[in-house]
Nanobody, 112 residues
């Protein structure tokens, strides 16, 4: 059974940093990544990373967020710097192994 467990969300002031972590179990995953959903908005891609280490970022986070993964530990991390109030959202870990798997989400709130 696939499980994804996120950690690291919280409240931070604008300009601050947070690091999100996700530990996956139950399969070998190709792409892993992070999505977010703000209140009243659709879920959107934040960043993804392939098993080989290739990355893709949403334009809104380029230069501020860094995604990384440890294949041996089945973990994916998201280092978020220079946070803005518009980064406030629930952040969801995603891992793909034939189908998409999702974590339950962790909340990030950035105060102005």
């Amino acid at each position: 059974q696939v499980q994804l467990v996120e950690s690291g969300g919280g409240l931070v002031q604008a300009g601050g940093s947070l690091r999100l972590s996700c530990t996956a179990s139950g399969s070998i995953f190709a792409n892993m990544g992070w999505y977010r959903q703000a209140p009243g908005k659709q879920r959107e891609l934040v960043a993804i990373i392939t098993r080989g280490g290739s990355t893709h970022y949403a334009d809104s986070v380029k230069g501020r967020f860094t995604i990384s993964r440890d294949n041996a530990k089945n973990t994916v991390n998201l280092q978020m710097n220079s946070l803005k109030p518009e980064d406030t959202a629930a952040y969801y870990c995603n891992a793909r192994a034939l189908v998409d798997h999702w974590g339950k989400g962790t909340h990030v709130t950035v105060s102005s």
